[in-house]
């Protein structure tokens, strides 16, 4: 079992940064891919990025691509999200989530994670 809790959220400028952390508990963090999804005011949740447990691999959806960077912190349970260059688009509730099965190198559907946070509110205004 894996409990999450992201941070980090707030309410920003279009073309400002935001580093979102998600905390993770249990001593099998580094035995997960974890992956960021997101969920805009009246669509559906949607994949943002993903990273291997060992922190090797990662992929990023189309639209955050150059501007987002996943990374994590075994040592310390922890996987973070930078953001740069925000737009109101990217405005939403952005969900942390954990992947028990290894085998899949990069996991970008939601019924493929196992585990998931409450969500950080992130706000960008233009």
């Known amino acids: 079992q894996v409990h999450l809790v992201e941070s980090g959220g707030g309410l920003v400028q279009a073309g400002d940064s935001l580093r979102l952390s998600c905390a993770a508990s249990?001593?099998?963090?580094?035995?997960?891919?974890m992956g960021w999804f997101r969920r805009a005011p009246g669509k559906e949740r949607e994949f943002v990025a993903t990273i291997s447990e060992s922190g090797d691999y990662k992929l990023y959806a189309d639209s955050v691509k150059g501007r987002f960077t996943m990374s994590r912190d075994n040592a310390k349970n922890t996987v973070y999200l930078q953001m740069s260059s925000l737009k109101p688009e990217d405005t939403g509730v952005y969900y942390c989530?954990?992947?028990?099965?290894?085998?899949?190198?990069?996991?970008?559907?939601?019924?493929?994670?196992?585990?998931w946070g409450q969500g950080t509110q992130v706000t960008v205004s233009s």
């Open positions: 989530a954990a992947d028990r099965n290894i085998a899949r190198m990069t996991p970008t559907r939601i019924y493929e994670y196992d585990y």
């Open positions: 249990g001593r099998t963090f580094s035995s997960y891919h």
